[in-house]
């Protein structure tokens, strides 16, 4: 009696067979009529589970990011992390994970001047992101790694999301053996990121500030 053949994740079939367009001519397929027909599928599997070849690129990202979390979070060690370290693992882990897929990124990452806050691409990333690190962010008060501070305090979400575009920016020009330069940007900027929102001198200074204020 002959096997049944494994049946092929739709989804995973056209995201691979993207990738492979992307890689091997250096630009997206000339409509979806075509890639399609070349997969032996219809438009309409396509549209089940993708809107546009953006969607597939957005869709690689959200894959990056999830497998991510799911790793360093199935780390036994995790648990055991302060949020700093919590946070370096996240991006060292990331930018691993971003590597086995760099060709297909430079490919398709628009390059731009200018910085953009909210790039396309990433735009199934930046909601799980910002819980991800609204968690992290809710534990570092508890251990008092962060400072609640009035105002500023409510925007270290969005700090920490300009971090994020600065990290994948760094590592799509980083041209060092083996991200050597990504992985000292990844450790300042996190360094500095949790040195400005833990508890400093401007802290001391505000507090003595309202205690002459309070005793004057």
């Not at 367009?21 to 549209?47: Q, R, W």
């Not at 799911?70 to 060292?92: C, G, H, N, P, T």
């Not at 500095?192 to 309070?214: E, N, R, T, V």
């Amino acid at each position: 009696m002959a096997k049944a053949k494994a049946q092929v994740d739709p989804r995973e079939k056209i995201k691979n067979a993207y990738i492979e367009y992307v890689l091997e001519n250096g630009h997206a397929p000339a409509s979806i009529f075509k890639f399609v027909k070349e997969l032996k599928l219809t438009e309409d599997v396509f549209y089940d589970h993708f809107n546009s070849f953006e969607n597939i690129e957005r869709t690689v990202w959200k894959d990056l990011f999830t497998d991510t979390i799911d790793s360093i979070q199935s780390e036994e060690v995790w648990d055991e992390y302060s949020v700093r370290e919590k946070m370096l693992a996240f991006y060292f882990t990331m930018v691993e994970k971003m590597k086995a897929n760099r060709s297909f990124i430079l490919q398709t990452v628009p390059k731009s001047k200018k910085p953009d806050m909210n790039p396309y691409y990433l735009d199934l990333i930046k909601d799980p992101f910002k819980e991800f690190t609204n968690e992290l962010l809710l534990e570092a008060r508890e251990t008092e790694e962060v400072t609640d501070r009035p105002v500023i305090g409510k925007r270290y979400g969005d700090g920490l999301w300009l971090q994020f575009l600065f990290v994948i920016g760094f590592w799509i020009k980083d041209d060092s053996i083996a991200f050597e330069k990504t992985d000292a940007a990844i450790e300042k900027a996190v360094n500095l990121s949790f040195d400005l929102m833990g508890k400093g001198p401007l802290d001391a200074m505000l507090d003595f500030g309202k205690f002459l204020y309070q005793n004057k």
